[in-house]
Structures are given as structure tokens and as C-alpha cells.
């Protein structure tokens, strides 16, 4: 048994939607070895009478349907019940930006997530007390919280130790260090006229330590001035 395996829950209307994605690489591999577990509780089961509504027109007017509270508040009860302490994370583009700070906190919810996505217009303004925080992937309005829960599961899965292959690569990676990874080069020497750094080359691990942090801040600073300007203003130790 792993010493530490990460739990997500998700609500969903679509639970297939899931499948391509933790049919592959990364998540499938550490969900094989017992280090990360998604459990899907389809919403349409709360779903109120025949039909199992699950969405209903807006109050005061407007376009599109709104989710009802009853099926996703019934849902969310039951399922914190089975599993207390999961950290309940709504899916929304009003939440907290998801940046690699906030993925490295939620990874370190030990008691695992609980991923309400929405649908529709989004979801009915009650719905909001029953989770402890509300995420949002980017500032742009995707049809359903899916993809983005899938995003959440992807970037914290590989956080869980021993989900990656070599963990090393986590503390090098883009905004790890608050910057961004320099170049990465591969197989062949030269390609189509274009050689790898001769550094690289060159077994040196000091000078390749060394051109490897000064490219990632001139990578940086070309792209991404604002994460410098970050950096700068936050105390380190
Ligand atoms: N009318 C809502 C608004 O303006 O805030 C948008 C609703 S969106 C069409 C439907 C659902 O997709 C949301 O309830 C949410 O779960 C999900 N969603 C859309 N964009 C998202 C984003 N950027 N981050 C996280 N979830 C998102």
C-alpha cells in the first residue's frame, strides 16, 4: 500500500466525459498503483421526480437554465457523509484562480476533494454554502465544470509522491520556482541545422545547473515579466 493515496470525488451530469483522460499516462498509471482514487457520483441520481430534473428556470427572467439547489446540496450531503472531510471545491469561473500555489495547498488535503462541476448557466446561489471553495481554471466561460475538475485531478495527481516518474522534474518545472522552465532539449545533436547548447554537452553539472537558471530567468523575463514582479515582492526563507 502506497503511504499516502489522494481521494477525489466528483459530481457530475457526465461522468464519461472522465474516461479519456484517466484512461491514460499519468492518471491511470497512479490510479493502478493505488495513489490516487476518482469516485464519480452522477448528479442525475438527485435528481427531483420522473425526470430527474436537475435545472430549472431562472427567477426574474433571463436566458439559459439554472441547476437547481436540492439535487447538488443532496448530493454534496451525501456523499461528505460517507466521506467526512473531503475539501469541497466548486468548479466556477467567479472562483479562486488555479495557479500552481493554490494546486500545491489543495494536494496537500490529505482527507482528498470533493469536485462539484456545473452545467447550464451555472449553478443556483444557495449551492454556494455547502462547499468550501470555489476554483476557476482561467478567465473564460467553458459549458460545464468537467474539463476544469479534470484539470484540478491532473495537476494535483501529480503532486501525490510517486505519481510521477521522477520527482526531481516537479521542482524544476514552470512556477515551481516562481519561474519558468528554460529550454529543454533532446535527441538529435542537431536538427535541421539548429545544435543543442554545447553546456548541455557537456557533463558539467555546475555550468549545466548554472546556464540552466539564468536561461529560465531570461525566459521568463521575455515572457512573463509579471512573475518576476512576483517574485521580487515575495519574502523567501
Ligand atoms: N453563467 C456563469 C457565469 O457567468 O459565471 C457561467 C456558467 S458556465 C456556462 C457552466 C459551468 O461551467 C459552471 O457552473 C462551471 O461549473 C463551469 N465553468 C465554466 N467556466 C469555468 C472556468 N473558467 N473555471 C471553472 N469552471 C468553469
Given at each position: 500500500?502506497?503511504?499516502f ?6 459530481i457530475t451530469l ?6 479519456s483522460v484517466l484512461?491514460?499516462a499519468?492518471l491511470?498509471?497512479?490510479i493502478s498503483?493505488?495513489?490516487?482514487s ?10 427531483l421526480?420522473?425526470?430527474r ?7 426574474g427572467?433571463?436566458?439559459g437554465?439554472?441547476?437547481?439547489p ?11 457523509a460517507k466521506?467526512?472531510?473531503?475539501w ?6 467567479q ?5 500552481q500555489?493554490?494546486?500545491n ?5 490529505r482527507?482528498?476533494l470533493?469536485?462539484?462541476?456545473g452545467?447550464?448557466?451555472?449553478v443556483?446561489?444557495r449551492?454556494?454554502?455547502?462547499v468550501d471553495q470555489?476554483?476557476?481554471i482561467g ?8 474539463l ?5 485531478i ?6 501525490v ?9 516537479l521542482a524544476?518545472?514552470?512556477f515551481s520556482?516562481g519561474?519558468?522552465?528554460g ?8 536538427f ?8 548541455l554537452?557537456?557533463g ?5 545547473r548554472a546556464?540552466r537558471?539564468?536561461a529560465a ?6 515572457r512573463?515579466r ?7 515582492h515575495?519574502?523567501?526563507?
Amino acid at each position: 500500500m502506497p503511504a499516502f493515496a489522494m481521494d477525489f470525488h466528483v459530481i457530475t451530469l457526465f461522468p464519461q466525459m472522465f474516461d479519456s483522460v484517466l484512461g491514460c499516462a499519468l492518471l491511470r498509471r497512479a490510479i493502478s498503483a493505488g495513489l490516487v482514487s476518482i469516485t464519480f457520483h452522477p448528479l442525475r441520481d438527485h435528481g427531483l421526480g420522473r425526470y430527474r430534473q436537475v435545472d430549472d428556470t431562472p427567477y426574474g427572467g433571463g436566458s439559459g437554465m439554472v441547476m437547481r439547489p436540492e439535487p447538488l446540496v443532496n448530493a454534496i450531503e451525501a456523499v461528505t457523509a460517507k466521506h467526512p472531510g473531503l475539501w469541497r471545491v466548486l468548479l466556477t469561473p467567479q472562483g479562486d484562480r488555479l495557479e500552481q500555489p493554490l494546486v500545491n495547498r489543495l494536494a496537500q488535503r490529505r482527507t482528498g476533494l470533493l469536485l462539484v462541476a456545473g452545467r447550464y448557466e451555472g449553478v443556483d446561489e444557495r449551492v454556494r454554502s455547502w462547499v468550501d471553495q470555489e476554483i476557476s481554471i482561467g478567465d473564460y466561460v467553458l459549458s460545464g465544470g468537467e474539463l476544469a475538475a479534470m484539470v484540478v485531478i491532473e495537476a494535483v495527481a501529480r503532486l501525490v509522491p510517486g505519481a510521477l516518474g521522477n520527482s526531481e522534474s516537479l521542482a524544476e518545472e514552470s512556477f515551481s520556482t516562481g519561474l519558468l522552465e528554460g529550454p529543454q532539449y533532446t535527441r538529435p545533436r542537431e536538427f535541421r541545422g539548429v545544435r543543442v547548447p554545447e553546456v548541455l554537452l557537456s557533463g558539467d553539472h555546475a555550468r549545466i545547473r548554472a546556464w540552466r537558471e539564468s536561461a529560465a530567468l531570461k525566459r521568463t523575463a521575455e515572457r512573463r515579466r509579471d512573475l518576476l514582479e512576483r517574485r521580487d515582492h515575495t519574502p523567501r526563507g
